[in-house]
């Protein structure tokens, strides 16, 4: 199933793609989405729901998040050899974890708002990566059989807040709107192997990140696996799983977005997004 989030900001409804590429309008099923309302048995219940007799919705307006909020917005750091050596970085021995704030959450198509005081923008095309069920301790095995769905996520940074403040990247990856999420949930029956997919990002049409998903250091499976470890996971919870390369961080000349620049986003099988730039207004 692919599920997305349709309507303006605070009144999105969430909805189904139906067989006939029309939006069907799953709340008075679910609710919105997040949360349980992800979960494994969520999921469940719209897939053996007869969608065909639920409300068309306008394919026209405004895509939010896929999810409406998430427990815990979690990243995972230096994830893609190619990016860990564009940084410099040594190829960590364990995935590299952070957090970014739940109010980053934004949609696909919405505008990308530059901090006031931001020096350093860039962007990080990831696979998401979501939740749906309640996760501890789960063996690499198994790991995948926790995850709800995937999505694309671009994962707006301020370097300068990040690396050259005091105190831990959480402040450089926090902003409202670094976190365009969507359009889709795509659930896993749709995606046999994470392993496989080709990710991009576009700035002004130069193609800035081309790779694959089978660059990643630690697998979707490791990930979660390790996560497990050292906190519970909960449906809806939202992982980031990393970057490529390409991004501005890594380029000579360091040419970092600027207003009115023009973000395209992708990953094979899990949609596209776009984010015009704009400067912080108060």
């Known amino acids: 199933m692919k599920l997305l989030r349709v309507g303006p900001v605070g009144s999105e409804k969430a909805c189904v793609v139906h067989d006939d590429g ?40 405004r895509i939010g998040s896929c999810v409406a909020s998430t427990p815990t917005f979690h990243c995972v750091g230096l994830n893609y050899r190619m990016h860990a050596e564009e940084a410099g970085m040594e190829i960590p021995s364990e995935p590299i974890l952070f957090n970014k704030a739940a109010s980053a959450l934004s949609g696909p198509y919405d505008n990308v708002i530059r901090p006031k005081d931001s020096k350093k923008l860039d962007y990080e095309v990831e696979l998401g990566v979501v939740i749906g069920e309640v996760t501890e301790h789960v063996s690499e095995a198994d790991a995948l059989s926790r995850v709800a769905g995937y999505c694309v996520i671009n994962d707006v940074s301020e370097r300068e807040f990040q690396a050259e403040r005091l105190g ?21 029956d749709e995606i046999p192997d994470p392993q496989t997919m080709r990710c991009w990002l576009k700035v002004n049409g130069e193609m800035r990140q081309d790779s694959n998903t089978s660059d990643m250091i630690f697998s979707v499976a490791e990930c979660v696996s390790y996560m497990s470890r050292f906190m519970r996971l909960m449906p809806g919870d939202v992982i980031a799983t990393g970057t490529p390369s390409g991004v501005v961080l890594g380029m000579e000349g360091q040419p970092w977005v600027q207003p009115g620049d023009v973000m395209e986003v992708g990953i094979e099988g899990l949609g596209e997004q776009r984010q015009e730039v704009v400067d912080y207004s108060a």
């Open 168 to 188: 831990q990247w959480v402040k450089g990856k926090s902003a409202p709107t670094f976190g365009p999420t969507g359009p889709w949930l795509v659930t896993t």
């Open 22 to 61: 029309t939006y069907r309008d799953i709340s008075g099923l679910v609710g919105d989405l997040g949360g349980e309302t992800v979960s494994l048995r969520s999921l469940d219940a719209i897939r053996n729901y007869d969608i065909a007799n639920l409300p068309v919705v306008d394919a026209g307006g």
